[in-house]
Nanobody, 120 residues
Framework: QVQLEESGGGLVQPGGSLRLSCAAS????????MYWYRQAPGKERESVAH????????SYPESVKGRFIVSRDNAQNMVYLQMNSLKPEDTAVYFC?????????????WGQGTQVTVSS
């Protein structure tokens, strides 16, 4: 049974930092890339970070590049999102996600999400 559980969200002032964590279980963690997404009220869910299974390659959209850093610990089945220089527009529910091979296709799995609020 695939499980993804995020933690670390909260309220932070503009310019502050937060570190999100995602605990993964139920699949061969190191074999898969991992994603962080976010969804703000009234907006579509958007990807904010991706990291390959071996952790060597990462990618970010322009909106967070240079401020967010994704990392992983394959020994602990954990993925992290370090968020720096936070802005009010970063306020959203943040989700950990994995796209896994299931049978002859792929399924995307989601955690329950963790709220990040950037406000003074």
């Amino acid at each position: 049974q695939v499980q993804l559980e995020e933690s670390g969200g909260g309220l932070v002032q503009p310019g502050g930092s937060l570190r999100l964590s995602c605990a993964a279980s139920g699949f061969a963690f190191s074999s898969y890339g991992m994603y962080w997404y976010r969804q703000a009220p009234g907006k579509e869910r958007e990807s904010v970070a991706h990291i390959t299974g071996d952790g060597r390659d990462t990618s970010y959209p322009e909106s967070v590049k240079g401020r967010f850093i994704v990392s992983r610990d394959n020994a602990q089945n954990m993925v992290y999102l370090q968020m720096n220089s936070l802005k009010p527009e970063d306020t959203a529910v943040y989700f950990c996600s994995a796209m896994l091979i299931v049978g002859s296709g792929w399924n995307r799995y989601w955690g329950q999400g963790t709220q990040v609020t950037v406000s003074s």
